[in-house]
């Protein structure tokens, strides 16, 4: 069953996963808690500034995922590390 997720607060709430996904079959993927660190609780992931490093100005498809913890996919996630005041995202297996 499908549950409206609009911020990322509530994503967050639930442990979700935030899936970008761009035509040119670039996937990425974000802990909604580490999207809800860097831009806000309020902020829903559909209105995120995501752009594809490949074909930038083509806007990607964001779809916000619930995972089963028991069956977790071998996937990597893009974590936020903060050095001399700046962000940047690093890959990471998800467990
Ligand atoms: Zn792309």
Do not use: Q, S
């Amino acid at each position: 069953m499908a549950r409206l997720i609009d911020t990322l607060g509530r994503a967050a709430r639930h442990n979700m996963i935030v899936r970008v996904e761009c035509v040119c079959g670039n996937i990425r993927y974000y802990r909604a808690m580490d999207l809800a660190t860097v831009a806000g609780a309020g902020c829903d992931p559909r209105d995120l500034p995501f752009r594809c490093t490949r074909c930038r100005p083509r806007p990607p498809t964001v779809t916000v995922l619930e995972l089963d913890r028991d069956r977790m996919p071998r996937i990597d996630v893009w974590e936020p590390h903060k050095t001399d005041g700046k962000i940047r995202w690093m890959p990471t297996r998800l467990r």
